[in-house]
């Protein structure tokens, strides 16, 4: 995995500072990223988050046409192999707003997603849902800056784009709602039999206050096969 990471002051603080952490998949050998996990709504389903190589990314190819500041590699949701209502789950690990509230800034949560033109009439999409624990279980869904709660792979359903182009889904936190240590990210791919759907660069602008050692945990899950 590929983790870069953007400390910024904020001014007017000596303390608070945001953080950006950036994951583009570029480890061939690590997946999902440290700290994350896949878990699948039914177990034995075949739809699935994979990493997947943009230089020999089928169905669609995505070689011609790379995310601007992408890398060698995406995460990509399998929906060409899997069966209609395929649906899998890729879990963040968590992330720290607990000092957004006191520097006037809103945290953010941001993907992007390659949409093509292929299978009018299949819906793969994606949702992305926020919670306190890594669990879909009372998770909250969210909609994003364009004031959409899903991303469909089919670039003429809303919101509309260029065909086989990137689209940056943006999600704004309200700081005064999402105000603790730990936030864990859902996002819930859901395949319906058409081309592939290819996410990069999951980005999470943070605003940590000092870490206690209280707030030291160790999450053991099993993959489910993922």
């Known amino acids: 995995a590929c983790l870069f990471t953007l400390m910024v002051l904020i001014p007017g603080s000596s303390s608070a500072q945001l953080v950006q952490q950036i994951e583009s998949f570029e480890s061939a050998t690590i997946f ?63 992330f720290d707003f607990s000092n957004a509230v006191n520097v006037g800034f809103n945290p953010e949560f941001s993907l992007s997603i390659f949409r093509d033109n292929g299978f009018a009439l299949a819906d793969d999409h994606i949702r992305v849902y926020v919670n306190t624990v890594p669990s879909i279980t009372g998770a909250t869904l969210l909609t994003n800056t364009g004031g959409f709660d899903k991303v469909s792979r089919y670039n003429s359903t809303a919101p509309a784009v260029a065909a086989n182009t990137w689209y940056t889904s943006t999600y704004n936190l309200p700081a005064a709602t999402y105000n603790q240590r730990r936030y864990y990210f859902i996002i819930m791919g859901v395949c319906r039999d058409g081309n592939n759907m290819y996410l990069d660069r999951v980005t999470a602008n943070t605003y940590p206050s000092a870490t206690l050692a209280s707030d030291v945990k160790l999450n053991i899950t099993q993959q489910n096969g993922a």
Do not use: C, E, H
């Not at 990223?33 to 230089?55: D, E, Y």
């Open 32 to 94: 999902p990223a440290p700290g994350w996990r896949q878990l699948k709504a039914v177990s034995n389903v075949s739809g699935a988050f994979v990493l997947q190589a943009v230089a020999t990314s089928t169905n669609p190819a995505i070689a011609a046409t790379p995310l601007a500041g992408g890398g060698a590699n995406v995460m990509m949701l399998n929906s060409f192999s899997a069966f209609v209502g395929d649906t899998t789950y890729m879990i963040t690990k968590p």
